[in-house]
């Protein structure tokens, strides 16, 4: 049943479905292309060398920071030990009493005050070619005759050659010495407390 009125209103009231029908398609087409990436005005192509992008914001993470040279240790002491001589005899070294032998090579030597008394702690260090005998018979026969008396070495063995202590004035004065046989040469030292005035 076709709606009353005249002809020209019925077609008025046609067209202006037909518009809105039409409306409402391209609103809804509108709408599905903003969903299509790439469709949407705001995506530009990655590769587009013509579009300027924000340069790179600079790195906020600490460098590692350049390693801080270790200070440099002095070679040569400010103030030189008067007590010890490396090389060769140090003044006050009892040479009578721990005498060198014949083709020693001194690598060091000290001669220590001990307080005020007359008593001093002396040590030597030197290489020789004599053999392990002739060494020890040196200091046994210096020793002894300056009135030490050989005594059994306090401690477990060790992997010297040979290992000897003398004692004198009651334990007051000691010298311990070791050698160390390395096939082709001896290497020699001597430390101990002895009096300056015996």
């Known amino acids: 049943?076709?709606?009353?009125?005249?002809?020209?209103?019925?077609?008025?009231?046609?067209?202006?479905?037909?518009?809105?029908?039409?409306?409402?398609?391209?609103?809804?087409?509108?709408?599905?292309?903003?969903?299509?990436?790439?469709?949407?005005?705001?995506?530009?192509?990655?590769d587009d060398?013509?579009?300027?992008?924000?340069?790179?914001?600079?790195?906020?993470?600490?460098?590692?920071?350049?390693?801080?040279?270790?200070?440099?240790?002095?070679?040569?002491?400010?103030?030189?030990?008067?007590h010890s001589q490396v090389g060769d005899l140090v003044a006050g070294f009892p040479e009578d009493l721990l005498p060198l032998p014949p083709d020693a090579v001194v690598l060091v030597t000290s001669a220590v005050p001990v307080g005020d008394a007359e008593v001093q702690e002396v040590s030597l260090n030197l290489r020789t070619a004599t053999s392990v005998q002739d060494v020890v018979a040196l200091y046994r026969t210096a020793l002894t005759t300056a009135g030490f008396t050989e005594v059994p070495p306090a401690g477990p063995a060790t992997d010297l050659a040979a290992e000897?202590?003398?004692?004198?004035?009651?334990?007051?004065?000691?010298v311990s010495i070791g050698v160390l046989d390395d096939g082709t040469a001896r290497t020699v030292t001597v430390g101990g407390r002895v009096r300056t005035a015996a």
């Open 164 to 174: 000897v202590t003398f004692v004198r004035s009651g334990g007051d004065e000691l």
């Open 49 to 82: 060398p013509a579009v300027d992008r924000p340069a790179a914001a600079p790195s906020t993470s600490p460098s590692p920071a350049a390693p801080t040279p270790a200070p440099a240790e002095p070679l040569v002491t400010a103030t030189p030990d008067v």
């Open 1 to 46: 049943m076709r709606p009353a009125g005249p002809p020209a209103a019925r077609r008025a009231a046609r067209t202006t479905s037909r518009a809105r029908a039409v409306s409402t398609a391209v609103a809804a087409s509108f709408v599905a292309l903003l969903g299509v990436p790439g469709c949407s005005g705001a995506d530009v192509p990655r």
